[in-house]
């Protein structure tokens, strides 16, 4: 199978800067996606990687190096409105497989 | 707007009554996606449509079932639901195309939520 780890949960305070990391097999892959996900919504796509390097995105971005398998999203100027879960996704033959989220929890 | 939209937000059936969950895009995508959503887990792929051809995921239960009739709509048909198909349903769309990111990148509906009783 395609295994997609990332961390169960994070707690950052407003303001600070939190990154969330993501590994995932290399075999198949063909890009690798970030989106947030409010309690009981969809998800909403955030920022995608397909070569190595960093992706900015005003206050979210992306980073990937395919050769190790991993990925992070950074966060900064964390707001209330942060606190969602952070699905890292890996688009592998011709699908994309979602890994199980970072519940990141943003306090004042 | 452009958008993907799924009816109904909330579905409660009964053990075993059928359920049919639809889906609809403005976007003139050509891919529609349905995935499988319980509390707290990963979004999981059940099957996708690329144009009219299906794509059925290995794992999926016959017990779902899905319909294209035309570019815009795609339904999600549960025969017999039990218990463990109480979740959230997504529908997702994107471009397909190739290997450019940007083609598939996915946009999702609001999702329907099952209740099985």
């Known amino acids: 199978g395609q295994n997609i780890d990332q961390p169960t949960e994070m707690t950052a305070t407003e303001g600070a800067i939190v990154q969330i990391n993501c590994t995932y097999q290399t075999s198949g892959f063909n890009g690798l996606f970030w989106y947030q996900q409010h309690a009981g919504e969809a998800p909403t796509f955030l920022s995608y990687?397909?070569?190595?390097g960093l992706e900015e995105k005003g206050r979210f971005s992306s980073f990937l190096s395919r050769s190790k398998g991993y990925s992070y999203l950074l966060l900064k100027e964390l707001q209330m409105k942060d606190s969602a879960s952070y699905l890292c996704?890996?688009?592998?033959?011709?699908?994309?497989?979602f890994g199980t989220g970072t519940r990141l929890l943003v306090s004042p | 707007d452009a958008m993907v939209i799924q009816n109904p937000r909330y579905q409660v059936t009964q053990f075993g009554k059928p359920v049919t969950l639809s889906c609809s895009q403005t976007l003139n995508h050509n891919v529609m996606y349905w995935y499988q959503q319980k509390s707290s887990q990963a979004p999981k792929l059940l099957f996708h449509?690329?144009?009219?051809?299906?794509?059925n995921e290995a794992d999926t239960p016959d017990n779902f079932q899905s319909r294209r009739p035309n570019t815009s709509f795609c339904f999600l048909d549960i025969r017999s639901p039990g218990l463990g198909d109480a979740a959230m349903y997504l529908c997702a769309t994107s471009r397909g195309g190739g290997a450019s990111s940007g083609a598939n990148v996915l946009t999702f509906g609001a999702g329907s939520r099952l209740t099985v009783l």
């Open positions: 990687n397909v070569l190595d």
């Open positions: 449509y690329y144009d009219k051809d299906f794509n």
């Open positions: 996704a890996v688009w592998f033959f011709q699908k994309l497989v």
